[in-house]
């Protein structure tokens, strides 16, 4: 080699490496029934399909598919006899769930921890006789004895003092969980490829679509049952890779890609591993590739703001101190209160919801070009803190499509977004639940306690239309929340199911997207409806129309000013205020001769739309009308309450008589 040429080789190796670039995946065909699976059909021989999200099934899980007679058909999944201690430790896993949530909670609230010792406890009794159970081995024998030691030693080696909270006890339940099921646990993007040796399908790794794993499966068709290998490593979690069969009892899994957890405007949420070539021995189950492996059972998590932990950084929260700075906010200006960790990506085109049993705003916004997660994201009131509950899990390939989201259920048996969520959810205060009704279907619940959705129910008839997410507005009121349609009809929340409100009198014009809403006015048990017709150009007439909901009589009122209504830019965030009997716009009217934008509010007492002068860190932004606000009124504080597409907070303490009150 010429001394030129070594030198090019030297630079090439010393030159910067350039990084995979992050990308989105390419969007998937929502009209299968089951998307993101993998199948493998061997000529004149099995075939086996796996993974995947059914959209129809009530955990999201399609489960394990072999084609009889050129049909595929769900596999009758035999082995019942490690089902009894697989379900206990499933309750194990949810009974630390609800522990770390109520530990979360609490510190979100107080900056301390709870005193959980009695709790904590209890459950590590359940968790040794489980363990010393699986470690006996009951009546099993085989791999089922083997897999229940494995799951028992797991359970052994990964325990925490007994009055301890162990911050990954949900997911030791659930990983030695897995070791007793009949299949492999659901997944995504993770291919099959059949060894003609072994006779054996293997699968490595997928996208749980919160995490990646790395663990190694074989399906025997002979036996028509899985196999969970453990082999000494493994190559890093991954999904999306490519597995080939050799022909020698050798599998090579090349690609796949990790999380980028990038929160950049549509930005690339993967890139590619590019770590080479792995091969598996399938009989010797060992894996060998062009570095050292990582242990089996890993998972890859998105980090940062993606992540729970993020917003546990830092000072414990202080409900003294900012208790302090809302007493001494001023009158009539908007004040941001500047948490010290926001959530991401931006959550565009919806509301905001108070809670006040626990003291909770709760954001279920995104979709289209926005946050596509199934995550609620909680701000504490008490301490100016965001929280995120759980791990962020985006919908492979459908992040930033308008209205392309999956329907039904994913793994962890939450909802997808919908293209927005506009006003279609709210907090009831009976059964101290969120609802989300948005889907066509479905209605689901969500516990702020336990920071995750807890189930689903049938929607009737006259809610479920398509595309009913853009319309379907959600109020709370004492009696149950109030759902209304683009029919003009009413629902009231009873549970289990929505019922319709007989309605006379008057027609009740139906609710329009980004332009109406509906409010309650608690002083005299009525709703409030403001609508004008779909489009920007389209100007507000300045009536509002009235619910009684003694008598379920519809009327309408035409206020005074309401010629001069049509400067309101934004109906979509007016709230009831009953300490000063008005309802508040969450939007300015354009600039007065001062330059100023006033905002506009209802006098329900004088029956009339009067402005107010409101200065500060306007969350309506310079053009007045911000579709991604959410506002809320605070009865227990007296305050408003508003957030933004970037998850900024904004507070207000009005006082009218200080607002220079007039006619609009």
Not at 206 to 218: A, I, K, P, R
Not at 303 to 330: C, I, V
Request: glycine share 10%.
């Amino acid at each position: 080699m010429t001394r030129s040429a070594l030198l090019a080789v030297l630079f090439a190796a010393l030159a910067p490496q350039d990084k995979p670039k992050p990308y989105r995946l390419p969007s998937t065909d929502l009209k299968q029934r089951v998307i993101w699976g993998s199948t493998c059909e061997v000529p004149d021989g099995p075939s086996l399909a796996f993974g995947g999200e059914d959209q129809q099934a009530d955990d999201g899980n399609p489960h394990t598919r072999i084609k009889l007679d050129g049909q595929w058909k769900p596999l009758d999944l035999k082995g019942a006899s490690l089902r009894g201690e697989e379900e206990v430790l499933g309750f194990l896993r949810d009974s630390y769930r609800r522990l770390l949530a109520k530990e979360r909670f609490h510190w979100f609230q107080t900056g301390e921890a709870p005193n959980l010792t009695g709790p904590l406890i209890e459950l590590s009794k359940v968790r040794n006789n489980v363990t010393l159970n699986l470690e006996k081995g009951k009546d099993l024998a085989g791999y089922e004895l083997a897999q229940a030691l494995r799951a028992g030693e797991w359970l052994k080696s990964h325990r925490t003092a007994a009055n301890d909270l162990d911050a990954q006890g949900d997911i030791n339940c659930e990983i030695a969980g897995a070791m007793l099921g009949m299949e492999p646990p659901p997944r995504a993007l993770s291919p099959i490829a059949y060894d003609a040796a072994t006779k054996l399908f293997v699968i490595f790794g997928g996208d749980h679509l919160d995490y990646l794993t790395n663990d190694t499966w074989v399906f025997d068709p002979a036996k028509q049952r899985w196999f969970q290998r453990h082999p000494a490593d493994a190559p890093p979690p991954r999904a999306n890779h490519v597995l080939k069969a050799v022909g020698d009892g050798k599998i090579v899994l090349s690609g796949g890609y990790t999380y980028t957890s990038s929160t950049d405007y549509c930005g690339g949420q993967f890139r590619d591993i590019g770590d080479g070539e792995w091969t598996y021995d399938v009989a010797a189950d060992r894996w060998s590739g062009p570095a050292k492996g990582v242990a089996p059972e890993t998972r890859t998590y998105r980090t940062g703001r993606l992540h729970p932990d993020y917003y546990r950084q830092g000072p414990p929260p202080d409900p003294k101190a900012f208790a302090e700075r809302l007493s001494a906010l001023p009158a009539n200006t908007w004040t941001l209160t500047k948490p010290p960790h926001l959530p991401a990506l931006n959550r565009d085109w919806g509301t905001a919801v108070l809670d006040p049993d626990r003291d909770l705003i709760l954001r279920w916004s995104g979709g289209h070009s926005a946050h596509g997660g199934t995550d609620v994201i909680q701000y504490h009131l008490a301490t100016n803190r965001w929280e995120l509950p759980n791990p962020v899990e985006f919908p492979l390939g459908q992040l930033y499509s308008n209205t392309d989201y999956p329907e039904g259920v994913n793994f962890n048996k939450r909802p997808w977004i919908t293209g927005h969520t506009y006003q279609n959810y709210g907090y009831d205060p009976n059964f101290k639940e969120l609802l989300f009704a948005g889907r066509n279907e479905h209605c689901y619940t969500y516990d702020p306690t336990l920071g995750d959705w807890t189930g689903r129910f049938k929607k009737p008839k006259g809610m479920s239309y398509g595309s009913c997410f853009y319309t379907l507005t959600i109020t709370s009121t004492p009696q149950g929340l109030v759902c209304w349609t683009n029919e003009g009809k009413l629902f009231r929340y009873q549970e289990p199911e929505w019922k319709e409100i007989e309605l006379k009198g008057a027609k009740l014009p139906g609710s329009v997207v980004d332009n109406s809403t509906m409010v309650h006015d608690s002083k005299r048990d009525r709703l409030l409806f403001l609508r004008k017709s779909y489009g920007d150009k389209a100007e507000y007439d300045g009536i509002l129309h009235v619910v009684d909901l003694k008598s379920g009589e519809v009327s309408a009122i035409a206020a005074a000013g309401k010629e001069k209504a049509g400067a309101i830019p934004y109906l979509c965030q007016f709230r009831y205020d009953p300490a000063n009997d008005l309802l508040l716009g969450g939007c300015t009217l354009p600039p007065d001769a001062d330059g100023f934008r006033r905002t506009p509010a209802y006098d329900c007492a004088g029956d009339r739309w009067v402005s107010l002068k409101i200065g500060g860190d306007d969350p309506s932004g310079k053009k007045g009308r911000n579709v991604s606000l959410g506002m809320m009124w605070d009865a227990k504080r007296k305050l408003f309450w508003a957030v933004d597409t970037s998850s900024n907070v904004y507070v207000l303490r009005l006082d009218v008589a200080g607002a220079d009150l007039k006619p609009i």
